[in-house]
């Protein structure tokens, strides 16, 4: 396969091969080479007045949102106010009760099958098997995916995450800690160009937090769309390029591409101190 | 079609793992289904004409409480971890989940099933090994009706609130076919002279394809929140 065409399939692990990937796709994203400028690219998501209903419920109201190739989002809000709900639809688990979504990369739209195999997630829950070794559930997730060494796709993704020791040692018997990180290298298994990650700092200490911070850092380098909820401030947010909040399914603030991100943080930050004061006070 | 095939034979090669490994469900089935073949030949205390004419029965009815027993983890399993979330996120026929699911629960319900036959044939003093050949594609078939209807259905219950309620009432009466036709299917054979329905095994084989293709049809939409 020539090498550009692989690059295009697994643009967010360029920069780091030190050879043509004709066998292996694995995540290596921790690499001291640095990006490949020009040829990482992710995924462009536009959303068009895309509603979600629950019953009665509106989830999600006429949200109209483009996210443009290796953008770092952070959506943030309070409980229920449709992060979830809006990512889940962008990986294509929910189905949007109205509205429609497009994804493209380099200019040319994706059919929803093409796309599964672009996306990658971190959820509330790890994804991985508890009753399976580290090893062997991402070699389970590496046939699913089609990736040509599964074994060796395995052993890469699990160094990086610092779990290579572990690798023949049942998930079951993983830290809180160590299971995210299992989430995190099954997401980047099969090297996303568009990585979803569901309040990822939850439960993690403050060194997971930093590391996950890094890890996100060198993603968005190598141009990875990422678009992750978030709650309060916390060291996953370094690289965020983009803050948009979300009330009651309705976009409320954007600090837009090439802004600010900051104020929206702070803001949501300040928000959700108050609001967790004012619950303290009541109950 | 190649694509389909692998991603089954991947889940089916998970499912299978991860269950050889504990042994917890199979271990679970085959006890509370030895315990049943014990107490309806204690309670009914058969003779051996009474054995060929309602053994039958009683070994069908006790493979459909092994199948409501057995089937009710299979998706639930995957609510543990939001592992279903996974699967449904890889680039693979979500139609493929169900069936490496369906292949699995086939595959265990058939193990416990030939576990027991020989147990059967002591207690209800009938003699299997003439009709073998026969009785396991009657087997077959009604496992593999058991097997579709219940992975499809452990499918939906998973989502409800009532999980562990809902499959029993939602599968038994639609298994109720399934049960009749084998278990007459299996009366023929323990006759004699022995004699495989032919009525029965096309009423097997139709009820198999009617709900394997419904599967493929909802597949995408069962798996769905």
């Known amino acids: ?14 920069w780091f091969r030190a050879e043509p990937p004709r066998v292996s796709t694995a995540p290596a994203y921790f690499s001291n080479s640095g990006p490949s400028s020009g040829q990482g690219s992710g995924l462009k998501i536009q959303f068009t007045n895309v509603e979600k209903r629950y019953g009665m419920r509106m989830a999600l109201r006429n949200v109209s949102l483009e996210i443009t190739p290796g953008e770092c989002v952070a959506l943030v809000g309070h409980n229920g106010s449709g992060k979830t709900t809006l990512l889940k639809i962008a990986a294509q688990l929910s189905r949007p009760s109205g509205g429609k979504i497009i994804f493209s990369e380099r200019g040319a739209e994706l059919s929803p099958d ?52 572990r690798a023949g040692d049942l998930v079951r018997t993983f830290s809180r800690g ?48 990422i678009v992750m909820s978030t709650h309060g401030r916390n060291e996953t947010q370094a690289s965020v390029t983009r803050a948009i909040r979300l009330e009651s399914g309705k976009i409320t603030h954007d600090s837009g591409r090439g802004g600010d991100p900051s104020g929206v943080l702070v803001m949501a930050s300040v928000r959700d101190t108050d609001e967790e004061i004012s619950r303290s006070e009541r109950g | 079609m190649s694509g389909f095939t692998h991603a089954t034979g991947v889940i089916l090669a998970k499912e299978l793992r991860a269950e050889f490994r504990s042994r917890e469900l199979l ?40 199948g409501s027993l057995m089937l009710q983890p299979s998706f639930l399993r995957e609510r543990a971890n939001d592992t279903l979330a996974a699967l449904r996120l890889a680039p693979i026929d979500p139609f493929s989940i169900l069936a490496g ?12 099933e030939v576990i027991l036959l020989p147990v059967f044939a002591v207690l209800y003093n009938i003699a299997l090994f003439p009709i073998l050949g026969p009785l396991l594609l009657v087997l077959v078939l009604g496992t593999l009706g058991i097997a579709t209807t219940g992975t499809i259905f452990s499918a939906v219950s998973s989502q409800a609130r009532l999980r562990e309620l809902l499959l029993p009432l939602l599968l038994l009466p639609v298994l109720a076919p399934v049960l009749i036709a084998s278990t007459e299917a299996t009366v023929g054979l323990l006759r004699d002279p022995a004699e495989l329905s032919l009525v029965w095994l096309t009423f097997l084989i139709s009820f198999d394809v009617v709900f394997l293709t419904a599967a493929w049809l909802v597949g995408e939409y069962l798996l769905e929140e």
């Open chain 1, 114 to 165: 093409a796309v599964k195999s672009r996306i990658g997630m971190v959820g509330h829950h790890t994804l991985v098997y508890d009753e399976l070794t580290a090893e062997e559930n991402l070699i389970f997730f590496a046939k699913l995916y089609s990736l040509p060494d599964p074994s060796a796709s395995a052993r890469k993704a699990l160094d990086p995450v610092g779990l290579s020791k």
């Open chain 2, 101 to 112: 699911k369906m292949a699995a629960n086939f595959l265990f319900l058939l193990l416990v």
């Open chain 2, 27 to 66: 271990t679970t089935t085959l006890v509370f289904v030895l315990i049943v073949i014990v107490l309806f030949s204690f309670t009914f205390n058969p003779t051996t004409s009474e054995s060929r004419r309602f053994g039958p029965g009683l070994l069908w009815l006790a493979f459909l409480f092994a």
């Open chain 1, 1 to 14: 396969m020539p090498w550009s065409v692989v690059a295009r399939n697994n643009c967010c692990a360029i």
């Open chain 1, 178 to 225: 160590m299971r995210q990180r299992m989430g995190i290298a099954r997401a980047l298994l099969a090297s996303p160009g568009l990585l979803l990650l569901d309040e990822p700092a939850a439960g993690l200490d403050p060194e997971g937090q930093q590391w996950l911070g890094d890890t996100l850092v060198k993603l968005h380098r190598s141009g990875c769309t």
